[in-house]
């Protein structure tokens, strides 16, 4: 496809409202730290106060690198989704992926409470959640890839996905409905989702499996724009459609497995973030498309997380319920704006 | 007057049938929609599918893509058997226009035609200069130039269906299938994209094969018919099709009666 114009101006421009979003994320927190003071402890130069420094590189800097990785990282799922799904309401999640990471770490939390003693606090470390919600989303894939050389029809894979979701949603429940109120408590607190948990060595692989599922969709950007013909017209100019889903939905169970696994359930980033950008780039053209979600998926990211830091006090609002309060209201809008929602 | 096409026997067959039946494999029954099919289209024909409601147009179709497997007998594009094509390589020999919405109409007319070029380009789908020049003339030959940058959802239904078949001539392929390319139009629309199918076939030398209900348009136009009805099938031209009275056995009798004179049907009174 060509792009009938070119968005570079456009371009630079999220490009350096995504660096102001970076630094002013990093400077804002229970401490204000100056502007000039975050820029120099970036590249290591001399701070007035050395525990700003601390502060900066040991908490706050990964923590805006994981909403970056968080925030594109969904953005693209739902980008890639929607355009396989030829669904405008499509997310990373309606296949279920995030239901699967729920319900690894549900039957964790939940689950520990059962078997008790010091084996239960070592399962319910923060890697004990990692690989829970991990394996989970990685089988809840497992099984809509299997379902997905089985069965033909694209929607139906939709209708599956969603029923998964349903089906852990009930399992969820009925664990939550026995479980201690303490470990209750521990499963909600990390439904809330939070960016902040990570170390540097958390950070390193979750970036890993982040850019793999981010290089994918980048091989996938050809199909992707085939695929906006429709399977039918996709098959008839030459693309292989099996080999094509298998790689979109590797690169999603990729990028939202991984990301619930570090961070947690993030609502309606992935199902936002793509349409917001369509309001900037006029164009259907995955080319475009991808770079312009991961670093608009960037910008939202970094926003909800320093509005829900509300800076300056010491509270810290669940990074889910923020971007559901962006998110859920921006989707409204556009359907009334527009009445009709296109991808 | 009509003028007689030069002798078929120099020009290139683009698509050949051999005893071909069309029909679903059931797990132990064969249901056979039509049996020995044979057809010769040649270089830059355009020939007209009819036949009535569910008689197996779409199936025949299906059949001659490769969308779904012939139960005997064989279907040669470019002189190969189809069944031997890979999606990728029929790509580069058969470009289709189908009845079904396209997925996102969201995509502006120059990016649709440009989406022909896709089993040209390289991974990432970057056009080069010869695929631009490819749509550019695509564009024109349907003369849809001042519709390049609309979005597909400001079209019309006759402007989508000229950017469609835009895109099947971006495609480049030597042979154009469309299935109801008239469905939704007016019959102003209908007559001129059938006009601009029979003027495509001629200044692109590409075999386009259609189907329709619009069968006086397709006597008009077309060089060759194919009339599917329940005894059979017949393919010829136009004429010698009439002669036949090929078009009087297509429908029950008791209500509409072909005229040969006029070649359109009249309602029994």
Wanted: aromatic letters at 8%; proline letters at 3%; one cysteine or more.
């Amino acid at each position: 496809m060509t792009p009938n114009k070119s968005y570079k101006s456009i371009f630079i421009i999220i490009i350096i409202v995504l660096l102001l979003c970076f630094v002013t994320n990093i400077s804002l927190g229970s401490v204000l730290i100056p502007w000039l003071d975050t820029l120099k402890s970036l590249v290591g130069g001399t701070v007035e106060k050395e525990s700003w420094k601390h502060i900066i590189i040991d908490y706050r800097l990964p923590k805006a690198i994981t909403a970056v990785i968080v925030g594109s990282g969904l953005g693209i799922s739902g980008l890639l989704m929607q355009t396989l799904f030829r669904n405008p309401l499509a997310g990373p999640f309606v296949l279920g992926i995030s239901s699967g990471a729920s319900l690894g770490v549900a039957i964790l939390i939940l689950g520990s409470a059962f078997v008790g003693g010091s084996t239960a606090l070592l399962l319910v470390s923060n890697w004990g959640l990692v690989i829970a919600a991990s394996i989970g989303s990685i089988l809840v894939l497992l099984m809509v890839m299997l379902v997905s050389i089985k069965v033909r029809d694209t929607m139906a894979i939709l209708i599956i996905g969603l029923m998964f979701g349903s089906i852990t949603a009930a399992i969820v429940s009925v664990l939550s409905y026995f479980a201690p109120a303490e470990q209750l408590q521990r499963y909600i607190f990390w439904g809330f989702g939070s960016l902040g948990n990570l170390s540097w060595m958390d950070l390193l692989i979750f970036s890993i499996i982040a850019l793999l599922g981010m290089a994918l969709a980048i091989f996938a950007i050809k199909p992707l724009n085939t695929l906006l013909l429709g399977e039918n017209y996709a098959r008839s100019l030459g693309l292989n459609i099996k080999k094509s889903r298998f790689l979109i939905i590797l690169s999603t169970g990729l990028l939202a497995g991984s990301i619930t696994a570090f961070a947690g359930p993030i609502a309606f980033i992935g199902l936002a973030v793509p349409h917001l950008t369509r309001q900037l780039f006029h164009t259907s053209n995955h080319k475009t498309l991808i770079p312009a979600v991961i670093l608009f998926g960037s910008i939202i990211m970094l926003v909800c997380d320093t509005i829900s830091q509300l800076p300056g006090t010491e509270y810290t609002l669940p990074i889910n319920a923020i971007t559901s309060l962006i998110g859920a209201p921006v989707v409204i809008w556009l359907l009334v704006r527009k009445r009709k929602m296109l991808f | 007057m009509e003028i007689e096409s030069p002798d078929t026997e120099n020009q290139n067959i683009v698509l050949r049938t051999e005893d071909l039946s069309i029909g679903y494999q059931h797990k132990n029954n064969l249901e056979v929609v039509a049996a020995d099919i044979n057809l010769k289209l040649y270089e830059g024909e355009l020939v007209g599918l009819v036949g009535a409601n569910g008689i197996g147009k779409s199936t025949l179709l299906r059949t001659l893509s490769k969308v779904q497997p012939a139960l005997r007998g064989d279907v040669f594009l470019s002189d190969k058997e189809i069944k031997t094509y890979k999606t990728s390589e029929l790509a580069s020999q058969l470009s289709i226009v189908l009845t079904e919405q396209i997925a996102s109409k969201n995509l502006t007319v120059q990016e649709l035609v440009a989406l022909g070029r896709q089993p040209y380009t390289n991974w990432v789908g970057k056009l080069l200069e010869e695929d631009i020049e490819k749509v550019r003339k695509a564009i024109e030959v349907t003369h849809i130039t001042e519709l390049v940058e609309r979005k597909c959802f400001e079209l019309s239904d006759g402007q989508l269906q000229k950017v469609l078949i835009a895109r099947a001539i971006a495609q480049d392929t030597p042979f154009i299938m469309l299935d109801e390319p008239t469905t939704h139009l007016d019959v102003y629309h209908k007559a001129y994209i059938l006009k601009l199918l029979k003027r495509l076939a001629f200044e692109t030398q590409k075999t386009i094969l259609f189907s329709t209900h619009e069968i006086d348009f397709a006597i008009q136009l077309c060089d060759k018919m194919i009339v599917m009805n329940t005894e059979g099938f017949e393919f010829g031209r136009p004429k010698e099709l009439i002669q036949c009275r090929a078009f009087s056995s297509l429908f029950p009798e008791d209500l509409i009666l072909f005229d040969p004179k006029t070649g359109s049907y009249k309602v029994r009174n």
